[in-house]
C-alpha cells in the first residue's frame, strides 16, 4: 500500500490515477469527509480523513504502508513542521520509500514557498530514510485556471510581463515520473528536475493558445495591485498573497526554467509539449459540453 498525502488535490489525482494505472494500491489522505469520494473516483482503495498538522492522524495514516509520496498543500505557511511530522511518521512505521513533491529550484531564499521545500528537503537527508525529491517546474494546468477568459475572450492574462520566460511541465508527465519513482527500483537517494522541453515566454504560450483553439489569444500583464485586491476579495490568505506575489516578481526579473533531460529519461520518452497540452485540454473542454 502506498500513502499520498494532499491527495484531493490537482497532484494528488494524478499521482493516484497514474499508481492505479500500475495496478498499485493506494492510501489516500485527505483533508475533508466529501474529498474521499474523488480520490475513490481517481483508484485509491483506502481513504483517511485528517489534518496534516496533527502528529496523531499523520501517524495513522502511515501505518501498515511500505512508501508514502508527500504532497503538502499549496502555500502552506507550516509546509516544514507539516513536513517534519511525515518524516516522523515515516521514521516509526519504518516506511521504506519516502519520496517528497518539492518544486523546481527550491533554493530561492526569494520564494517563500520554494525556501520551506528545501528545509524539508533537508528533514529527508537527515532522516535515515531511503527517500526521493521530485522537483516540478510550473505545471501547464495551471493555464487552465484561466480557459474561460482564453477561449471567451481571447486573452491570456498573467501577472507578470509577457516577456517572462517559463519552464512548463505537464502535471500528467509528472505523475508519470511519481509512479515509475514509487514503483521502480534505484530510485531513493535522487533528486529530480521534472521539467518540460519548451522554455517559453508569455506571447509564445498565447500564440500556441491561439494555434490549437483556432482563435486570436493576446497575452496580458495584470496589475499586480489589481490582482491583489481580487485575491484578498476572493478571501485568498495573506501568507500566500505576499508569497505569489514575491513569485512573480522573482519570475518576472529572472525567469524560471530548467532542463527536460532528466524527466524524458525517467519517463523513457519526450515530454509532452504545451501545444499537445493545450490540444488535447481543447478536446476534454468539448467532450465536457
Ligand atoms: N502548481 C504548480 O505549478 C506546482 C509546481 C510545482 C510544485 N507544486 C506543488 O505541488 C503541491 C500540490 O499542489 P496542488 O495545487 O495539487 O495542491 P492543492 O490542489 O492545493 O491540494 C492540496 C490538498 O491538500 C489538502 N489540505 C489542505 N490543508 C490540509 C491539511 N492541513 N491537512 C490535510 N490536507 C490538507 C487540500 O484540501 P482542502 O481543499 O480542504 O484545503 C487539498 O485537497 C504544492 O506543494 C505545490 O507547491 C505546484
Not at 533528486?191 to 482563435?215: F, K, N, P, S
Request: net charge negative.
Amino acid at each position: 500500500m502506498i500513502l499520498v498525502t494532499g491527495a484531493a488535490g490537482k497532484t494528488g489525482r494524478a499521482v493516484i490515477r497514474a499508481l492505479s494505472r500500475r495496478g498499485q494500491a493506494v492510501r489516500a489522505f485527505v483533508h475533508r469527509p466529501e474529498q474521499a469520494a474523488l480520490v475513490t473516483a481517481a483508484g485509491a482503495q483506502q481513504v483517511v480523513i485528517g489534518d496534516m498538522h496533527n502528529q496523531a492522524a499523520v501517524n495513522e495514516a502511515a501505518r501498515e504502508i511500505w512508501a508514502a509520496y508527500h504532497i503538502c498543500p499549496n502555500m502552506s505557511p507550516s509546509e516544514l513542521e507539516i513536513g517534519k511530522a511525515i518524516v516522523k511518521a515515516a521514521q516509526e512505521a519504518g516506511i521504506e520509500h519516502c519520496v517528497y513533491h518539492s518544486v523546481l529550484h527550491p533554493q530561492v531564499e526569494a520564494m517563500p514557498h520554494h525556501w520551506q521545500k528545501m528545509r524539508v528537503e533537508e528533514q529527508l537527508f537527515e532522516s535515515g530514510l531511503r527517500y526521493t525529491s521530485l522537483q516540478p517546474a510550473v505545471y501547464m494546468q495551471n493555464i487552465l485556471g484561466h480557459w474561460g477568459r482564453i477561449v471567451a475572450e481571447g486573452v491570456y492574462a498573467v501577472p507578470y510581463a509577457v516577456g517572462t520566460r517559463l519552464s512548463f511541465v505537464d502535471l500528467e508527465d509528472v505523475a508519470e515520473a511519481a509512479a515509475i519513482v514509487l514503483t521502480e527500483p534505484g530510485h531513493a537517494g535522487a533528486t529530480y528536475e521534472l521539467v518540460g522541453a519548451e522554455v517559453l515566454d508569455q506571447a509564445e504560450v498565447a500564440a500556441i493558445l491561439e494555434q490549437g483553439l483556432g482563435r486570436p489569444v493576446q497575452a496580458q500583464a495584470v496589475d499586480r495591485d489589481l490582482w491583489e485586491q481580487e485575491m484578498r476579495a476572493a478571501g485568498l490568505g495573506d501568507y500566500q498573497i505576499q508569497t505569489l506575489l514575491q513569485m512573480f516578481c522573482y519570475y518576472e526579473r529572472y525567469g524560471f526554467w530548467g532542463n527536460s533531460r532528466v524527466l524524458e529519461w525517467l519517463l523513457g520518452r519526450p515530454a509532452t509539449t504545451l501545444a499537445a497540452f493545450v490540444a488535447r485540454s481543447a478536446r476534454d473542454n468539448e467532450r465536457a459540453q
